[in-house]
C-alpha cells in the first residue's frame, strides 16, 4: 500500500510539473502576443494621421519601413543577446522598448514622434523575435518541443494579427482613435512586464552584456543553393505583408469606401492569421513540399491582390489576404527549416541571421517603392507595378525548386539539396 501510495504521489508531483511548465509556456507566449501586438497597432490609422498632418502616401511607407530597419540593427548587433544575457533581461529591454514606443504614439504631434514609435517598435521586435520564441519552448515540459513551437509561432503571427485588430476595434467605437490604442497596448506592457519577472530563467550560463558581438551575417558556400531560392520567397512574402500593413487601410478608404477602422483592420489581420495556419501546416505537408507549395500560394495571392486593385472588390482584397498570408506563412517557415538545415552547425545562427535580414528588407524597401510611386500613378498603379515586381521574383524561384528540389530535413545534418 506504501509503494502504491508513493506511486500516486510521484505521479501528482509530475503531473504538477507538467501542467506548472505548460502555465509557464503559455504566459510567455501571451507577453509575446503583447510585445508582437504593438508592432502592428498603427496600421489601421494610418489614414487618420494622413487627414490629421497631411502627409503623402510616401510618408506612410517610410514610417512603416522604419520599423524594419530597427529589426534588422537589433539582429545584426544584438541577434544573440539572449543566449549571453538570459531571456528575461533581453525581454523585459523588447518591453521597455514596447513602452517607450506606444509612449511617442501617445505624445504625437507630429512625424518626429512617428518616426520615433516605429524605430523603438522595430528593436521590440528585433529583440522579442528569437529570444521569446527560445523561452516559450525552453519552458515547456519535457516532451513538448511540438505543442511549444506552435505556442511560439501562434503567439508571434497571432500578435501581429491582433494588433490592427485591436486598434481598428478600438478607433472605431471608442473615443480618441489615436490615443485610446496605444493607452491600452502601454498598461498590457506593464501587466506583461509584471508576468515576465514571475517566470524563471532559462539560461544558466549567463555572462555580461560587453560579451555580446555584433552577429555578421554569412553565407557558406553548401547553402547557397538552398539560400537563394529560400530568401527569395521569404523576401516576397514578406514584401506582401508590408503593402498590405501599410498601404491597404488607405485603399480601402479611397477606392472601395471603406471607412470602418475595425474592419480594415480585419482585413490585415486575416492576412497574419492565415500566415499563422500556413505556417502550422508545414508541419504536416513536409519542408520539402512547404517551400514551392508557397511559393505557388504567394503567386496565387498575389495575382487575386492585383485583381482586387483592378476591379476595385472588397472579396478579393479579403482573398488576396487569405490566399496571400497562407503562403507567406508555408514559404517562410520552409525557408527558415531548409536553410538552417543546409548551413554548418557552428555557422547556423549567422545564416539565418541572414535569411532574416533578407526578408525585413522586404517590409521596407518595396514597400517605400509603392509610396514613391503612389503619387504618379495611384496607389492602384503603383500596387499593380509591386505586384509585377513581385511575381517576377517569385515565378523563377518556384521553378528552380521545382526542377532541383529540397530534400526533407532529417536533423541528420546531411545535405538538404538533391544533387
Known amino acids: 500500500m506504501r509503494d ?3 506511486g500516486d504521489g510521484a505521479h501528482d508531483a509530475d503531473g504538477r510539473r507538467v501542467r506548472q511548465g505548460w502555465t509557464r509556456c503559455l504566459l510567455a507566449g501571451a507577453v509575446f502576443v503583447v510585445c508582437m501586438a504593438g508592432t502592428t497597432l498603427p496600421t489601421p490609422l494610418y489614414p487618420l494621421y494622413q487627414r490629421e498632418y497631411g502627409f503623402s502616401e510616401l510618408t506612410v511607407t517610410v514610417v512603416y519601413a522604419v520599423y524594419a530597419f530597427g529589426v534588422i540593427g537589433v539582429l545584426l548587433l544584438a541577434g544573440n543577446a539572449s543566449d549571453t544575457v538570459g531571456r528575461r533581461p533581453a525581454l523585459l529591454c523588447g518591453l521597455a522598448c514596447a513602452a517607450a514606443s506606444a509612449g511617442c504614439f501617445l505624445l504625437a504631434d507630429g512625424l518626429t514622434w512617428l518616426y520615433a514609435g516605429r524605430l523603438l517598435s522595430g528593436l521590440s521586435a528585433g529583440l522579442f523575435t528569437g529570444a521569446a520564441t527560445a523561452y516559450v519552448m525552453e519552458l515547456a515540459p519535457p516532451g ?14 497571432g500578435g501581429l494579427g ?28 506593464a501587466a506583461s512586464a509584471l508576468v515576465l519577472l514571475r517566470l524563471p530563467e532559462t539560461v544558466t550560463d549567463r555572462r555580461p552584456l560587453s560579451t555580446v558581438r555584433p552577429q555578421r551575417p554569412a553565407l557558406p558556400p553548401e547553402v547557397r543553393a538552398v539560400f537563394v531560392p529560400a530568401s527569395i520567397a521569404a523576401f516576397v512574402g514578406f514584401a506582401l505583408f508590408g503593402v498590405f500593413t501599410s498601404v491597404s487601410p488607405a485603399f480601402l478608404a479611397r477606392y472601395l469606401h471603406v471607412d470602418n477602422h475595425a474592419v480594415s483592420g480585419l482585413v490585415v489581420a486575416l492576412a497574419f492569421f492565415a500566415s499563422t495556419a500556413g505556417q502550422l501546416a508545414v508541419g504536416r505537408v513536409g519542408v520539402a513540399r512547404s517551400l514551392p507549395l508557397g511559393c505557388a500560394v504567394l503567386f496565387a495571392g498575389l495575382l487575386l491582390l492585383g485583381a482586387a486593385l483592378a476591379t476595385d472588390q472588397l472579396a478579393l482584397v479579403v482573398l488576396a489576404a487569405l490566399v496571400g498570408g497562407t503562403g507567406q506563412g508555408l514559404a517562410f517557415r520552409a525557408a527558415l527549416s531548409a536553410v538552417a538545415q543546409a548551413a554548418p ?7 539565418i541571421s541572414t535569411l532574416f535580414v533578407v526578408a525585413y528588407t522586404g517590409i521596407s524597401i518595396p514597400v517605400i517603392g509603392v509610396g514613391l510611386l503612389a503619387d504618379p500613378l495611384g496607389l492602384e498603379g503603383a500596387g ?21 528540389p529540397i530534400r526533407e530535413p532529417s536533423g541528420t545534418g546531411g545535405r538538404t539539396r538533391k544533387p
Open 4 to 6: 502504491h501510495g508513493d
Open 144 to 157: 513538448g518541443a511540438s505543442r511549444a513551437t506552435l505556442v511560439a509561432t501562434a503567439a508571434n503571427m
Open 384 to 404: 499593380l507595378v509591386f505586384i509585377a515586381c513581385m511575381l517576377t521574383l517569385i515565378v523563377p524561384a518556384a521553378a528552380y525548386l521545382l526542377h532541383r
Open 162 to 189: 491582433c494588433g490592427p485588430l485591436l486598434a481598428g476595434l478600438l478607433a472605431e467605437y471608442a473615443p480618441e482613435p489615436l490615443l485610446l490604442p496605444f493607452a491600452v497596448h502601454l498598461a498590457l506592457v
Open 345 to 351: 552547425a557552428d555557422r547556423r545562427a549567422a545564416v
